[in-house]
């Protein structure tokens, strides 16, 4: 399986951007990186994902590395709602299996 | 929106007890995953299906654990006998399949305890 690599966890405070880093330095070349969050005491809920360009949706932005071994989240003003754990998962040449790591914590400060 | 479905939400059992958890995805999608978390252990990808066929199921005990979608609109997962450490919270997730241009959608979860 195609490893990524995430800190445990991280803090924002309210209302300002937070970047979420990941690492996935064995990815291949079709891979699709995706993000899910998972909020407390509910299933994993999907964020966003991309294959080599950046990406933006309503809920947050995907940077992409210019050689894919790395990637950020970036929710640009974090409410307390966004408190979750992030997971950064790589999707391996469309196989549609996705094996979730252990994910970052985040915590968000009022 | 649309939403997966997983009955029941909670179950207690007893060790040696059958166990069926159930799945209704979403109308359309034709891929379904189940998955198990626990807090040593995460999230565990246990078996997925596509159009109703299994994928892959190497992530399930074979002994005990057993997945079956008997139509479109129902997944199922069985523990048969149920031990103690299998108490977890089993989720399951369904996708359109094919070119990943959607995520997929999680249902809220069977929390199940076996005593």
């Known amino acids: 399986d195609a490893k990524t690599t995430q800190p445990n966890s991280m803090e924002s405070n309210e209302e300002e951007p937070v970047h979420l880093p990941c690492n996935h330095s064995?990815?291949?070349?079709?891979?699709?990186i995706h993000w899910y969050r998972q909020l407390p005491s509910q299933g994993p809920e999907y964020v966003i994902h991309?294959?080599?360009s950046n990406v933006n949706n309503r809920m947050a932005s995907l940077a992409i590395a210019e050689d894919r071994k790395s990637s950020t989240l970036i929710l640009h003003r974090a409410t307390l709602r966004d408190a979750a754990v992030y997971y950064c998962?790589?999707?391996?040449?469309?196989?549609?299996?996705?094996?979730f790591g252990t994910g970052t914590r985040l915590t968000v400060i009022p | 929106d649309a939403r997966v479905t997983q009955t029941p939400r909670h179950k207690v059992t007893e060790m040696g007890q059958e166990v069926t958890m159930r799945c209704q995805p979403i109308?359309?999608?034709?891929?379904v995953f189940w998955y198990r978390q626990t807090m040593m252990q995460g999230l565990e990808l246990l078996a997925y299906?596509?159009?109703?066929?299994?994928?892959?199921d190497s992530g399930m005990p074979k002994d005990r654990f057993s997945a079956e979608m008997p139509d479109a609109t129902l997944a199922t997962l069985k523990i048969q006998p149920s031990e103690p450490r299998d108490s977890a919270v089993y989720f399951c997730?369904?996708?359109?399949?094919?070119?990943?241009?959607?995520?997929?959608?999680f249902g809220s979860g069977t929390r199940l305890t076996v005593v």
């Open positions: 064995t990815i291949s070349g079709t891979d699709y």
């Open positions: 109308l359309g999608h034709n891929t």
């Open positions: 991309g294959l080599t």
């Open positions: 299906f596509r159009n109703r066929a299994p994928l892959d």
């Open positions: 997730a369904s996708g359109p399949g094919g070119e990943p241009n959607y995520g997929y959608t």
């Open positions: 998962i790589l999707d391996q040449t469309g196989a549609n299996n996705l094996f």
